[in-house]
């Protein structure tokens, strides 16, 4: 085991924006089949509470895939939504993380998962105030103060919304980035199904995001059921491939937001490494058509 004192060796390398590639989520079943790639672009993303131990198996599977790819470093349980103070035990794990593993990419949710000393399984919603705003944007500050970097913020995916709510939900990302000066994860399956289920048209969302402060996509399969009503409920399961209409979705944001680094998530039902892998291609074939387009246009601007 690695003792929790000293931090494993591990190259600084890739602390800076990796631009426009695709990734995947990084699965320890899959670490032979990567390791036995003779070359891989992209990079990969991790949980941060998968890793909060100080060493063993979790550790010397992510410093293998350190060495040669970029990290992603996504957090799963700050409860950034949350009433509550941050858990700052549960922080300075978090900080230890980035300081270990120095990731291009460090995220974190626009929800909540705890209450009083409750841990919840899910992320959950927030009504959307000026006094939810307040507490959001004072925990963002917090967690950017102690890791010493921009985080950046997921948009949810909802399946209720609340009467309190006072603004938008693209309104509040809006006002949370001026005041925090945070970056944004748009997360295209969350807008999808967030769309479906509250019966409001994606593009109309898409058109209020504030797209300039995206700095990392995330793209997952869905799950579809019916609600009580016999309504269409979709759930974000991240449990098969990408679908056709967040595909879509994909191609119109490298459009207007140019490439940024975009991460495949696959949490259950793990497939055999080359199907994940294909899915990233598939992004990388749309962000490399992005590229050659977002090129040609400044040449015609020069």
Same mark, same amino acid.
């Given at each position: 085991?690695?003792?929790? $004192?000293?931090?494993?060796?591990?190259p600084?390398?890739?602390?800076?924006?990796?631009g426009g590639?695709?990734g995947?989520?990084f699965?320890p079943?899959h670490?032979?089949? *990567?390791?036995?790639?003779?070359?891989?672009?992209g990079?990969?993303?991790?949980h941060?509470?998968?890793?909060?131990?100080?060493g063993?198996a979790? %550790?010397?599977?992510?410093?293998?895939i &350190?060495?040669? /790819?970029?990290?992603?470093?996504?957090?799963?349980c700050?409860s950034?939504?949350?009433?509550?103070?941050l858990?700052?035990?549960?922080?300075?794990?978090?900080?230890?993380l980035?300081?270990?593993y120095?990731?291009a990419?460090?995220?974190?949710?626009?929800?909540w998962? $705890?209450?009083? $000393?409750?841990?919840?399984?899910?992320?959950?919603?927030?009504p959307? $105030?000026?006094?939810?705003?307040?507490?959001v944007?004072? %925990?963002?500050d917090e967690v950017?103060?102690v890791?010493? &970097?921009p985080?950046?913020?997921e948009?949810?995916?909802?399946?209720?919304t609340f &009467?309190?709510s006072t603004?938008?939900?693209?309104?509040?990302i809006?006002?949370?980035?001026?005041?925090t000066?945070?970056?944004?994860l748009l997360d295209?399956?969350n807008?999808?199904v967030s769309?479906t289920? /509250?019966?409001?048209p994606?593009?109309d969302?898409?058109?209020?995001?504030?797209l300039?402060?995206?700095?990392e996509? %995330?793209?997952?399969g %869905?799950?579809?059921?019916?609600?009580?009503?016999?309504?269409?409920?979709?759930?974000?399961? /991240?449990?098969?491939?990408v679908?056709?209409?967040v595909?879509?979705?994909?191609?119109? *944001?490298?459009g207007q937001?140019g490439?940024v680094?975009?991460?495949?998530?696959?949490?259950s &039902?793990?497939?055999e490494?080359?199907?994940?892998?294909a899915?990233?291609?598939?992004?990388?074939?749309?962000?490399d058509?992005?590229?050659?387009?977002?090129?040609?246009?400044?040449?015609?601007?020069?």
């Open positions: 085991m690695i003792p929790a $004192t000293k931090p494993a060796t591990v600084i390398r890739f602390s800076l924006p990796i590639v695709a995947t989520s699965k079943e670490l032979p089949a *990567i390791l036995e790639a003779d070359s891989q672009a990079f990969f993303e991790v941060a509470e998968n890793y909060m131990g100080a063993g979790p %550790h010397r599977a992510l410093e293998a &350190r060495r040669d /790819h970029p990290l992603s470093l996504h957090g799963v700050m950034i939504g949350g009433p509550q103070p858990d700052r035990t549960h922080l300075a794990r978090f900080r230890s980035v300081a270990r120095q990731p990419l460090v995220s974190e949710h626009l929800a998962s $705890t209450h009083e $000393t409750s841990f919840f399984n899910d992320l959950l919603p927030l959307y $105030t000026e006094a939810t705003l307040a507490c944007c004072d %925990h963002i950017q103060e890791i010493h &970097r985080l950046l913020l948009n949810p995916s909802t399946y209720v &009467r309190e603004m938008s939900e693209t309104d509040f809006r006002a949370i980035t001026k005041r000066g945070c970056g944004l295209i399956n807008l999808f769309a289920n /509250h019966g409001y994606a593009l969302y898409l058109a209020d995001f504030p300039a402060h995206v700095e996509i %995330h793209l997952a %869905h799950a579809a059921q019916t609600d009580d009503d016999g309504n269409r409920l979709l759930i974000d399961s /991240h449990d098969g491939p679908a056709d209409a595909w879509q979705l994909f191609e119109i *944001i490298v937001r490439p680094p975009t991460l495949v998530e696959w949490d &039902r793990i497939p490494w080359p199907v994940l892998l899915e990233a291609a598939a992004a990388q074939a749309i962000l058509r992005g590229q050659t387009a977002s090129a040609a246009e400044d040449r015609r601007a020069a």
